[in-house]
Structure formats: C-alpha cells, structure tokens
C-alpha cells in the first residue's frame, strides 16, 4: 500500500485532474467539490484481508435483511480478530447526514460503464471494527424512495461493481477474498474473472458469492452484454442463460464458493420449486455450495437495553413484557387484558410470506379468545384484505399498512406470538428478532425456519412449527400454541427456550472464516 504522504499526493492530484478535464461523467456530486481531505489513518495489518460488495448495510441503508446481514457479520468477522474486514456500498442519498459528516473523501476517478464514463467519488468511514468505502455518483445513486426498482438498475450496479474493483486497485486494498451479495454485486466477479484477471493483484483474489434470495436474478436484455456491461467475450458462455443477460447464474458459475443464508436453503434451490429456473446450475456448481444461517446483532435486539421499547426486561425478570404488552394493547386501542394472547405479523405483504394461508383462516382465528396484529406494506390485495378485517373485528384485530421500526419493536415486545407462515424463505431474521424478544414464534417448516425454530415438544424445541403449505394445518399450530399459552407453566418454558437461543453472529462468523480458508 502507497505512503499516506503519496496517497494524499495521488488523491489530490487525481481530483485535480478530473475537475480540469472533460469527460463524459454524467454527473458529479456535489459532495465532492471540496478540496481532497487529508487521508484518514487506515491501519494495515497482516491479517486475511476480506473485502464485501453489497447494495445496502445497516445501519447506513436498509430496506432488508441482506442490510441487517451486512450489517452485522462483517463486524461479527473483524471482532473474532483474525480477518481485516471492508465493505463496499454505494452512497445513496438516503445515507443520513449524522454520519456523512463524518466521512472522509478518499479520491476521485472515471469508471467505464460500457462505452459510457461516469464520475466515482470515494468516501471512507470507520465503524465498529469495520472499514466502509462510500462510492458516490448521484446520477446514480440520489433517486427518490426506494434504492431499486428503477429502470436502469443494470446500469447502475454495473456502474457499482466495476467502480468497486477500481476502488481496490486505485487505494491498493487488494483483498484476500472478496465477498459479493445476491445479482446487484455479480457483475463484479465477472469483472474479476473476466476482464481484470491480467493483473496479477487481481488475480490472486478468491470470490465467494453469497445467494440471499435466488428469485432476483439480474437477468437483462442480450444486448446489454457488451453495450451496457462490458464484459469481455470470452464471459459469454457463463453469463448469458436463456438467451438473457443473467447476473446470478454467472456469479455461481465463475466464483470459488457459493454460499446461501441457510443450509435448508442450500438444498431447497437444488429443486426447481425454489430455484426459479436456476436447479441445474446449482446442481452443476453443488460442490462449491455451503449453507451458513444468518444471525442478528444480538445488541442491537436487546430488550434490556431496546430505547424502542415501552419498558425494557430480561429473561430473569419478564416483567418489564408485561407493561409492553399493556402499553401496546393500550397504543391500539385493544382491550389491557394479560391473559389473552396477541398474536403479531410483522411482514412484506407479500404471497410468499405465506399470506393467503393467514387470509384464509383469520377470521375463523378471531372467533376465538385472540388479538391479531398485523404490520407491513406489500400487495394492495393483502393490504385492502388486513384493514377490512380490522375494521370487522375492532377490538381483536388490528392492521397498520406501514414499515415502521419504532412500532415493529413495540410489536415484539408486546406480542406473546409471533406468526411467519412462509411459502419460501431463505433465511429470515424475523423469528429470530421475536424469540429475543419473547414472542414465540409459529413458522413453516422452510428455509431457515426450519434451521433456526424447532418445535416443542415439552423436553425441546423453541417455538412451533407446521410443514406443508396448508391453511389448516397453520389454524392448527396456531391454535395449538393458544392452548399452550393458557397453561403458564408450559408457556414460560416455551418462552424461556426461545429467549436463550443463541443467534448471535459467533458461531456463523466462524463458519464464514472456515469457509474462507477454504
């Protein structure tokens, strides 16, 4: 790696050069008018270098779970002390200004996007462990709402993951392995494989490319190969599928190791009911498959210390749940009555979240001694669907068409159960969130519900599970687990259980180093 006193030289005379020159770039930010600012202190050690590509991070961006995940392995890796870790992200506007401030600008440089060139401004930051690089180009990246959806979003990540790999040679943190995440991050292996593979630095690098959700592919028209993505020719054959541009299926075949947020899962996209077209890719690349469970940052998901929470508890002491399940009742307008069980959705609204089976027996739940509390956004039909119902069953049900992270902590808190039905999930993070909380979760067996929740039996088990996809058989757990709530004894063992497993990061951060050294 350069001297600080010659990288500040180079990022000063870079910036110098391309605010002097015309170019093609579309658009600079106007974040990055400033003089370079001297360059941070960034501390070199001889350690496995891991570099991660993804599209969104919490706490910076998030509309997911892949943010939570980038949220909190890479600083799960770095905390274990034997990785040095990055990630890379795009600065989308939406990244709040309590931490920009505190950005330092790196450098700046023009990135090939087909036969285009378009502005990368570098941004650093230092956060609990963790190095983050900011790639900055508002054309880009300052769009209104969400951060997908837009009608060139090839382009856009295109741009991202070459300027990624030119971030790396450009600030020389050639990594060890470098980590991408689901079809917005593929084109980077591509590049690397591809195109970049003549340096030798490059070259070098082991790429691990991690599938969150296989139903989102990356796939576009035939003619954005070259015109758009510039990949070189010789990536053909791994790169088009179908006829289409298809990001994902390149990725699994050009990478060194695949890996998905479950070993369930692992097997499921074996199988074209889960793999969307995508099983005999998988099954040609399955011995380069691993399965590792996601987890969540378990200090973040405290109820002793959640700020969120009407009272804060523990699980030697639940009796800070009981003022939140009041203090809920009471927010909603649902009767304060300890002994009736609230049972929470907290969900994209969405048909494969397992939906239409709620859809199809939740009035037929409201007949019984119950409290439904629904919260998400999603399909109109679902949404139209859960504030009819409220509206029918005032008093035991109630539906907030909203994604709200105060109120969804209040809803953990509060609940007694939590319900995730899912038709397929890869992973989930929800039921693990419920169980810290206490909320007992009731899912299908899918995924990584079915490696993270067991059901009880008495002598075992974490929560309550039902297999095939069915209405009825959901109707029965569910109510299977009301009865088991009337019985205090057996619901405070339940709760206990599931408030004591573990699903923090330690022992999947393990596993990724394992599948580093690999």
Known sequence: MATKKESTKKAVETKTANTTKKTTATKK????????KKLPE???????????????????????????????????LAKRGNLDVSVILPLYSGVSSEFRKDFKFLISFNVSVGWRWQ????????????????????????????????FDDGERFAFFSRAALDTISRLDIYPDILHCNDWQTAASIVYLKGMYYGNEKFRKIKSVFTIHNIEYQGIFNMDTFAELFGFSE????????????????????????VSTVSPSYANEIKDSYFAHGLENIIIRNERKLHGILNGIDVDYYNPETDKFIFKNYSLDNLEGKKVCKAEL?????????????IIAVISRLVSHKGLDLVRATLEELLTGDVQVVILGKGEIGYENFFN????????????????????????????????????MEPCGLSQMIASRYGAVP??????G??????????????????????????LFTIKNAVRTFADKTTWADVQKRAMETDFSWNFQAEKYEELYNK
């Open 29 to 36: 930010s106007t974040t990055t008018k400033a003089t370079a």
């Open 42 to 76: 960034i501390k070199v050690v001889d350690k496995k270098k891991v570099v991660f590509l993804a599209s969104e991070a919490a706490p910076f961006i998030a509309t997911g779970g892949l943010a939570d995940v980038i949220g909190s392995l890479p600083k799960a």
């Open 119 to 150: 502005y990368a401004g570098i941004f650093y930051y230092e956060y609990q462990g963790v190095k983050f690089y900011f790639i900055d180009n508002e054309y880009y990246f300052k769009r209104e709402g969400n951060i997908y959806g837009f």
């Open 234 to 257: 010789n990536t053909r054959p791994f790169v088009e599928f179908n006829g289409s541009v298809n990001l994902m299926k390149a990725a699994i075949e050009m990478t060194d190791i």
């Open 329 to 341: 009742q009471k927010m909603l307008g649902l009767p304060q009555r300890e002994a009736v069980p």
């Open 388 to 423: 009819h119902t409220a509206y029918c069953y005032q008093g035991k049900c109630v539906s907030i068409i909203a994604y709200n992270q105060d109120l969804s902590r209040k809803i953990y808190s509060g609940a007694d159960i939590f319900l995730m039905p899912s038709k």
């Open 442 to 447: 009731i899912v299908r067996m899918t995924g």
């Open 449 to 474: 519900l079915n490696d993270s929740i067991k059901n009880y039996t008495g002598d075992s088990g974490n929560g309550f599970t039902f297999r095939d996809y069915n209405a009825h058989d959901m």
